[in-house]
């Protein structure tokens, strides 16, 4: 059984922060007449790390600033993840918010098929989770790489009130992934047993 994890998010999106302040050296260096071999990229790319960075770490300011600029709001990181999904993943409702208003795509998928419901559902964000769900966010969908869906994510950290937030907009307890688990199999395997009550109750209800 493999299971959704926020830890492994979390790595790809530190290694993300790193790619930018390694961007910021090779500038500042450039700027001292220092060569480095790295070519920065183009003011463009520097301008959407700027928007995905500040988006992660919740700066409402530099991320309002950076769209003022020019910054594509759905454009991607090597992995496909996009600033919304960057904001998402720390319950950063009000970038969410701004992103979304400026066209952010709530529905975008990163190269593994993740929305930035997913991302948000891993986290203790029952509000960002409700606001995705409200601008059009599909509880249901899963991703291509383990037919995951964002019920997974929530159920295997035992994330309760992002649970209840789902399941009101109509997550479906019984879908499973690709090796036939259920998202209360993620609670009961994590020993989340809370969760595992709630999910379990529920999938009581659904009729056979």
């Not at 090796?179 to 009729?207: M, Q, S, T, Y």
């Amino acid at each position: 059984m493999k299971t959704p994890s926020r830890r492994s998010s979390t790595a790809g999106l530190l290694a993300h922060a790193g790619l930018f302040l390694t961007v910021l050296l090779a500038v500042t260096l450039l700027g001292f007449g220092l060569t480095v071999r790295a070519e920065p990229p183009k003011l463009q790319d520097q301008l959407e790390q700027t928007l995905r960075l500040a988006a992660l770490d919740g700066r409402i300011e530099r991320v309002r600033s950076s769209l003022d600029q020019g910054a594509a709001p759905d454009a991607v990181d090597p992995d496909g993840r996009t600033a919304l999904m960057m904001a998402t993943y720390n319950g950063h409702t009000e970038a969410v918010t701004l992103l979304l208003d400026r066209g952010a795509k709530v529905e975008a998928v990163d190269l593994m098929g993740r929305t930035a419901l997913m991302y948000a559902a891993s986290g203790p964000f029952a509000a960002t989770v409700q606001l995705l769900m409200t601008r059009g966010a599909d509880p249901n969908v899963r991703d291509t790489d383990e037919g995951f869906t964002a019920l997974m994510f929530a159920a295997a950290e035992g994330q309760i009130e992002v649970i209840k937030a789902l399941v009101s907009h109509g997550a479906d307890v019984t879908i499973k992934d690709n090796d036939g688990d259920r998202a209360l199999d993620f609670a009961v395997k994590n020993g989340h047993k809370i969760a595992a009550g709630l999910l379990k109750k529920e999938a009581e209800l659904k009729p056979d």
